[in-house]
């Protein structure tokens, strides 16, 4: 199974949070109560809105000792659902049983005529996580069901838990970045953090105040949020750690100190053994160049070593060993680069394990975190080079969009301060070209070739497509014209996707080139030789229009211009000719279109050669930052807005001295 918009090969996930069945309408949002419950940072599904989710109150009581082991004692409440005709709410808690230990003290229905019933214990039992054949080798969840029967509208649900963390995910400090997702409402929400008073602790907030005080040997730092409503249907593009109330804390100096402690937990585990130094050996025979043996190590683990996608934090705290990796050919994002690293170090080029966010979070707090970050690369020092295996498409050193510019931390860096980001390739090596030439014929019937050639990111999603469609699949191709509106037939060639850069050939640039040709029949068009207005169709299109995605996206309904969104530097360009029947001819052409402002250039140009009509248009995106926002985004908005209209201009059969059309001729 692949992602096609990434090429990320995968195997399936783990189903560690399906709804559960029979009663259960408090549904997917019990995730929000076990993060309040558990002192995880996680964030909940969207409320639906007939069964909107209140937190009446929120209290979270954190203790950290002086060996950087904490408690959290936490106490929430939670109106009943309004829409609940079983009157019955489960709830799970899940915690991990190699870091902490979890109590449920208490849970109670308080009924608004000041009754407390409070569950007995047969309500409140084990329900281990069940996943696929891969997950109980990469996570140590467990988790247990709450049933709340004879549930009224009005109704409080109350939980008091206990939660010790023996063993943290980032050994010798204490971190935590809570997120208030505004898919619920929150009536009261406090937070208390009591740290040794010779800890210090480092925090940062949003919308959250923060107070502190010392209390005989330790200083207690309250955080609260006020009241945040529910905001049901909120159309955005950056993440939650990005635009939410939050605070985050952290006991580790910088990220400097956070890096060598989190590196501590994966160098381990990447050592050459003797079965790996033969492994790296045998991949690498005969080839003497150092940034050759470490495209082709690559490589083999890029298309060798499947993918399991659990999320960081829900699995297992340290990754296998390298050597195991190796054996059992599959792993996490963990165990792809302890892997990697360790064929690598066998060979002397020296590696780094890098730390970041592959969704769509654009920033990271300022006191160390493992929030918002989620996933692991490599950076390879000797060539500036960063790879991620688990893009099952991805050249060497070439990065998916979710990916660039994004803050990251190098855990085991030598070559400078671990907090960095990711550089946005140069605008020429983010490219995506498609042409596409259609005849018509007398009978109306279209005949047609699309030629997609793209680099960089705009590359592994093609090859991404390429991967997930298949070569001679005329399903795929009839797919995808029926989504665009012109339902046909086709069929797809290109070469296989994971195709090498020539030996030689520069980290980006031409030697990533990736090309998809595909050819199409459209019926049912003959309406058109009566003389109309149409718009030239794109074929088998593959990737996104000019302007889309570079400037952030195109189609996104009811985004505002000025919501801040993604943008990278590059370039797309697409041509589009028919060639019309004999007799046949335009009423007339558009008029070009030229734009030109400080972060993107437009030119759409309109031409005819005999029977042929030709739109060639060709978008570049300036975009200085990863993040458009303000100015920035306002132009990049107001450009869009000229680019869309500009695709669906539509041209016209001219109705002037038409010959007669083989309908007309046959009634005859």
Not at 256 to 283: E, G
Not at 317 to 330: C, F, I, R
Not at 557 to 570: A, L, M, N, S, V
């Amino acid at each position: 199974m692949t992602d096609g918009s990434s090429g990320r090969p995968t195997v399936c996930p783990p189903h560690r949070r399906a709804p559960l069945a029979g009663g259960a309408t408090f549904g997917a949002r019990a995730a929000m109560l076990a993060m309040l419950l558990s002192g995880a940072c996680q964030t909940a599904p969207a409320a639906v809105p007939d069964n909107q989710v209140t937190f009446d109150q929120v209290a979270s009581k954190w203790t950290v000792g002086s060996d950087d082991t904490w408690s959290v004692d936490a106490d929430v409440s939670i109106r009943a659902p309004k829409d609940n005709p079983s009157h019955v709410v489960r709830m799970p808690l899940t915690w991990s049983t190699g870091t902490e230990k979890l109590e449920v003290l208490q849970a109670r229905i308080d009924k608004p005529d000041g009754r407390s019933l409070v569950l007995p214990k047969e309500a409140i039992r084990d329900d281990p996580p069940t996943g696929d054949m891969y997950f109980h080798e990469f996570t140590d969840e467990d988790r247990l069901i709450i049933t709340f029967s004879n549930v009224e509208t009005g109704d409080l649900l109350v939980v008091k838990t206990r939660r010790s963390v023996f063993h943290p995910r980032v050994p010798g400090g204490f971190m935590a970045a809570p997120v208030l997702d505004r898919g619920v409402g929150w009536e009261e929400t406090n937070y208390t953090i009591s740290v040794p008073a010779d800890m210090p602790l480092h925090y940062e907030t949003r919308v959250f105040d923060h107070q502190s005080e010392t209390i005989r040997d330790r200083i207690v730092h309250y955080f609260h949020a006020p009241k945040v409503p529910e905001q049901t249907r909120e159309v955005t593009v950056l993440g939650q750690f990005d635009r939410l109330p939050r605070f985050a804390v952290s006991t580790f100096r910088d990220w400097d100190a956070f890096a060598a402690a989190y590196a501590s937990v994966f160098t381990p585990h990447a050592k050459v053994t003797p079965a790996i130094a033969a492994m790296s050996a045998k991949l690498t025979e005969g080839q003497t160049d150092p940034r050759e043996q470490a495209r082709l190590l690559y490589e083999w683990v890029r298309d060798h070593i499947r993918v399991v996608p659990i999320p960081l934090e829900e699995s297992n705290p340290e990754p296998h060993d390298a050597e195991q990796v190796m054996t059992k050919l599959y792993g996490d994002n963990k165990d792809h680069v302890v892997l990697l690293y360790a064929l690598l170090a066998a060979r002397g080029i020296p590696a780094e394990f890098v730390l970041l966010n592959d969704t769509n979070d654009s920033t990271i707090a300022d006191p160390p975190n493992l929030r918002p970050m989620n996933h692991l690369i490599l950076y390879l020092p000797g060539f500036k080079t960063y790879v991620d295996s688990t893009v099952g498409v991805a050249p060497f050193g070439i990065l998916p969009f979710t990916e660039l510019g994004k803050p990251a931390i190098h855990l085991n860096g030598s070559s400078g301060l671990a907090r960095r980001d990711i550089p946005l390739p140069a605008s020429g090596d983010t490219l995506a070209d498609m042409k596409t030439d259609m005849t018509m014929e007398a009978n109306g019937d279209v005949t047609g070739t699309t030629t997609t050639m793209a680099r960089g990111a705009f590359g592994l999603r093609l090859r991404g497509a390429a991967r997930a469609m298949g070569e001679n699949n005329p399903g795929a191709a009839a797919t995808l014209l029926r989504q665009h509106g012109t339902p046909g037939t086709g069929t797809f060639s290109f070469s296989p996707p994971t195709t090498s850069p020539p030996t030689g050939a520069p980290p980006t640039g031409a030697g990533d080139d990736y090309t998809v040709t595909g050819t199409f029949h459209l019926d049912n068009h003959a309406q058109l030789l009566r003389g109309g207005f149409f718009m030239l169709w794109t074929g088998l299109r593959l990737l996104p229009r000019p302007g889309d995605t570079l400037a952030g996206p195109m189609f996104l309904p009811d985004i505002r211009r000025t919501e801040p969104t993604f943008c990278y530097p590059g370039v797309q360009t697409e041509e589009l000719s028919m060639t019309l029947p004999e007799g046949r001819a335009l009423g007339g052409l558009p008029p070009d279109i030229k734009i030109d402002n400080d972060v993107a250039r437009y030119r759409s140009h309109w031409a005819t050669n005999g029977r042929q009509v030709t739109v060639t248009r060709e978008f570049q995106s300036l975009a200085p930052k990863l993040v458009c926002d303000g100015r920035v985004r306002d132009e990049m908005a107001d450009t869009l807005a000229k680019v869309r209209a500009d695709l669906v201009t539509p041209v016209g059969i001219g109705q002037d001295s038409l010959p007669p059309s083989p309908a007309d001729t046959a009634k005859q």
